[in-house]
């Protein structure tokens, strides 16, 4: 950089140069609502005074990491076992998850949801439009 | 006419199909427009660009319009852009007009629709003309002023917006510079699937779908307080008349207008579109103390608001390439996977696809009137579909999807749970979604436009404002909008505190 209003252009480092400078604004943004939020604390006296809460109040830990654990098995499975049948299984362990019980009649729901939803994404995507599936 | 040889019958019923999902997705609380068209994007894979602009559009149109069913029946707006929808339109459900409500509020889109149809197909060619010969100096001092209106809606924090989108912009720089072929700030251990960044897809209904599922699934899917609703009942006062609506003409037009004008900035989203037109609508109205009490007035200015959005939307995206908003910069991502860039060359290059997105808008429109006109009554059910059933089948159109995107990638399905988990925490640490996938959206054009106009000049950031009277009148723009954005924020805490008390 020869002065504050000129940019070094050198060919190889290209790439470099609009990364640098939004990593520069971010740092600076970020330092601004670092020292604004520090200052509202410190003049509610409330600086020392952390209560930050993440989850909601009671929230729902079954259904919720239930949720990131199918995800991730499903995102698994699917290289294994194909489109088809994982999507059949994820379907029916997240509509049985949701429902929150399994009674008889969550059982057929689930079922039929992930069996209908199946079948027609693998027709309409595979068969109809040929678009590649897992 | 030539006009309609554009549109083959696949692309109308296609449309026809668009508009049909769009309005069911709409009317689902929790599913938008916006996750209508990703989720469909990649069907459009395997289209022609002018059949996948016949689904698209008809998905916006539908989804958009979807959200006046939850909102009359239910108290909920379906869609950010029908909040002030539920003001007027509620109270008239529970004095048994709800059918006439949603009559109301169909026939006043329809007419907010057209009305911003109109200024899109004379307007945009026009700012496309302007813009063709800008240099990319003025190119790049665009997409700041966009980043800048953006920030200026940003909920709670201007400079959180701000951060917002420029953290999408850094997000969208990982991978290769085309320019000199070298790439940047990938993390060890993914060169290869990085290489070209992340995709757009999996990005953006990650941030959307997947993120807003995981925050239902921590609120335990609970399902929404419906009560019982009768169509039925109180015939003669539930009857609607088009009379109603032409007593409205002055309210219709002033609220399409504001709808189309917020719809044109870019970033200000469709609730300001709604909130506005009915505020004017109250201020002129003779009976301003009977708005909220289930007054169709109100009904219809937040209607014919939030249709009228669309074309306003599309005036910045189809002449200058910059996305208005979460939908239209969806939209963006179906352009780029037909290898078309949309910019200001986008309308006399392609002026079939440019009349075609014009029919398709008008078919939209008209798709949407008779459908939902008609059988009212039964799209009215769709708002009780549990949501047990909707959200496992949205993860597996998600997960198809992004893998589909790329022709079959495995790491686009990881892209897509990756932005998801982004999605949900992001709003819990102050970081605006619909910023950040503006900045994420524009930043490698950003980083283009700023490298050739340093090319040019050698280095010297003077060249951004010494580069012409445009220049200078951009940085006006963006002057305003922040200072604009300031003040704003400032009067809105000043009330907070207020009402606080």
Known sequence: ??????????????????????????????????????????????????????????????????????????????????????????????????IGNIRKKSIVISITNSLATTIVIWYVFGQLFDITLP | MPFLEVLTPLSIALCFLGVFVGIVMGAIPGMTATMAIAIFLPLTYALDMIDSIGLLIGLYVGGISGGLVPAILLNIPGTPSSLCTTFDGYPMTQKGEGEKALKIGITASIVGGFFSLTVLYFFAPFLSSVAIDFSSVEKFLIIVFALTVIASISKGSLLGGIFSGVLGMLVSLIGTFMDNNQTRMIPPGFEDELVYGFSLLPVLIGLFAIGQLLQEAEEGMKAAAHQKIDLQQGKEKNKFRFAIILKQKVNVVRSALLGTFIGMLPGVGGSAASITAYSQAKNFSKKPE???????????????????????????????????????????????????????????????????????LVVANIVMFILMFFSIRYFAKI????????????????????????????????????????????????????????????????????????????????????????AIGLWVLILGSVIYAIIDNFKSKNSNQQNAM
């Not at chain 2, 910023?435 to 951004?464: H, N, R, T």
């Open chain 1, 1 to 98: 950089m020869e002065d504050f209003f000129t940019i070094d252009m050198t060919y190889s480092n290209y790439h470099l140069i609009f990364p640098k400078i939004i990593i520069g604004i971010l740092i600076a943004i970020g330092a601004v609502l670092l020292i604004t939020n520090l200052m509202k604390r410190w003049k509610s006296g409330t600086l020392t005074h952390f209560r930050f809460k993440f989850f909601s109040d009671n929230y729902d830990k079954v259904k919720f990491y239930g949720t990131i654990l199918l995800l991730i098995m499903y995102a698994v499975t699917m290289t294994w076992i194909g489109f088809v049948l994982s999507s059949i299984l994820f379907m029916i362990l997240i509509t049985l998850l949701y």
């Open chain 2, 290 to 360: 009977k708005f909220g009490t289930g007054e169709p007035e109100g009904l219809v200015a937040s209607e014919s608001a939030n249709n009228g959005l669309i074309g306003g939307a599309l005036i910045p995206l189809l002449s200058l390439g910059i996305p208005g908003d979460s939908t239209t910069a969806i939209l963006i991502g179906a352009f780029l996977l037909q290898g078309i860039e949309v910019g200001p060359l986008f309308i006399t290059s392609n002026p079939d696809l440019w009349s075609g997105i014009v029919i398709a």
């Open chain 2, 383 to 470: 708002v009780f579909i549990p949501k047990y059933i909707i959200f496992p089948i949205i993860v597996v159109a998600c997960v198809v999807g992004s893998y589909a995107i790329n022709n079959g990638i495995m790491f686009d399905v990881w892209t897509l749970l990756l932005f998801g988990v982004f999605g949900y925490i992001f709003p819990k640490i102050g970081v605006q979604i619909p910023s950040f996938l503006i900045g994420f959206i524009l930043g490698m054009q950003a980083e283009k436009y700023f490298i050739d106009s340093l090319k040019g000049s050698g280095g010297d950031l003077a060249i951004f404002f010494t580069n012409g009277p445009v």
